[in-house]
């Protein structure tokens, strides 16, 4: 027994996260595993999955960034640089990984990030999100490029959150603030990283357009993958007629398929900080900014009246280039002192990298390709087992490491990996 590394030499397996206690999560019913779900350990597993069930375009467009993809693989590759400090001999059954965020407290210092079109990937794929992380009592943010009504999803979770994108015209800022809170929403996500479009060629070199045109390649890749095609597609398309960007501005915008598509995308070079101010003075709830890089935009966000913001590089997905948001996070938090709380997304994927996040100054983070892929392959069960996942992982990386909460996780817990460290004389 001596070198076993579970009591009495007992090997844990996957199902054990149906049972396995952590505190401050607030669990579903408990259930078998679907098939589909009994092979998946780690969020990572999701995405391998999800090649398999989705179209190539569709799977291109979620898996896929900007240009090279240099900002998307550096987003996982500066959580590699830092290493954990564990203390040892420390009593840490009273951990919990409860966080107050925005007034509200969440059983998990993570929530679902905002994915546009992500009914491509799951049938009714907002509502699949909105309802698991209620249930999970976790934040689910809602994308303003949604093909389901803001309406619904605020319906399915009225504590979801939504997140705009928005021009420098105050007439259609001004129109969906007032349908947004018409619908009941208490935050609000301005995302401003996308004043032009981004060069997605991987979009063009998977198959995918905006707007959407069906061809020979998706034509086959839908008789290949007979499951997307009948329980998503079709599904759609009897249920609910041709899919329309639903949430851009205060009426519904155009179908999947129209080439007026793009108006709804165009550029939103216009918008600024007075802007900004215009929205904090109209809307009345929470206003979070998402999408900040410098800690000087950081500064004037919060000096602009906003409730929170979210350190983002847009998932790669902008900017090729953009350093990840991990590399400027304890800049940002040391700018701004613990006035704001700072949130962060980008590139997690394990409990660790969270753990890493908070202890360089996020208060909260956001995770989004892999709800997407759990969503498309097993629905509100598969968004279920990933939130299972990731708070498992990081209540077993807390008492390894030898904290009780997550305000004991400070820059001190961590080690810097570089050849600095190890070529010094």
Request: aromatic share 6%; hydrophobic share 40%; net charge positive.
């Amino acid at each position: 027994m001596g070198n076993s590394d579970t009591p009495h030499g007992m090997e844990r397996s996957s199902t054990d996260l149906e049972s396995t206690p952590v505190k401050g999560i607030v669990r579903p019913p408990p259930a078998a595993l679907p098939r589909r779900l009994r092979r998946i350990l780690a969020l990572d597993d999701f995405e391998t999955a999800a090649r398999r069930h989705l179209p190539r375009p569709i799977f291109g467009y979620v898996s896929g960034a900007a240009e090279t993809n240099a900002s998307l693989r550096d987003n996982r590759s500066a959580f590699e640089e830092f290493g954990f400090v564990p203390r040892v001999l420390v009593d840490v059954s009273k951990r919990t990984q409860k966080v107050e965020l925005l007034g509200r407290t969440y059983a998990a210092p993570f929530g679902i990030a905002p994915m546009g079109i992500s009914a491509l990937s799951a049938y009714r794929g907002d509502l699949v999100l909105a309802r698991a992380a209620g249930q999970a009592n976790i934040p689910m943010v809602m994308s303003g490029s949604s093909l389901i009504r803001l309406e619904d999803v605020a319906g399915a979770n009225p504590e979801a959150w939504f997140q705009a994108y928005l021009p420098g015209e105050p007439d259609r800022i001004l129109g969906l603030l007032e349908r947004v809170e018409r619908a009941g929403f208490g935050t609000l996500v301005l995302t401003v990283d996308t004043a032009v479009l981004a060069n997605r060629e991987n979009n063009v070199r998977s198959g995918f357009s905006t707007p959407l045109r069906p061809g020979p390649r998706l034509a086959w890749d839908g008789i290949i993958r007979p499951n997307w095609t009948l329980n998503t597609f079709l599904r759609t398309l009897l249920m609910h007629g041709m899919p329309h960007f639903e949430n851009s501005y205060a009426t519904r915008g155009a179908p999947i398929l129209a080439r007026s598509v793009m108006r709804d995308f165009g550029a939103k070079d216009h918008l600024n900080w007075r802007h900004l101010e215009l929205i904090r003075e109209r809307w009345k709830g929470r206003l979070v900014v998402k999408g900040i890089m410098a800690k000087e935009d950081a500064c004037i966000a919060r000096d602009s009246g906003v409730d929170g913001i979210v350190v983002s590089n847009h998932g790669g997905r902008q900017l090729d280039g953009a350093v990840s948001p991990l590399r400027v996070l304890r800049g940002i938090a040391e700018a701004l002192a613990g006035t704001i709380p700072i949130m962060m997304d980008g590139g997690v994927r394990r409990g660790s990298d969270v753990l890493k996040a908070i202890a360089l100054g996020a208060a909260f983070v956001f995770v989004g390709r892999p709800f997407v892929y759990a969503a498309a392959i097993a629905g509100e069960a598969g968004v279920s087992h990933a939130v299972r996942i990731l708070s498992t992982e990081i209540d077993r990386n807390m008492g390894l490491l030898g904290i009780n909460s997550l305000r004991e996780m400070s820059p001190d817990r961590l080690h810097r990996l570089s050849h600095v460290d190890t070529c010094q004389n």
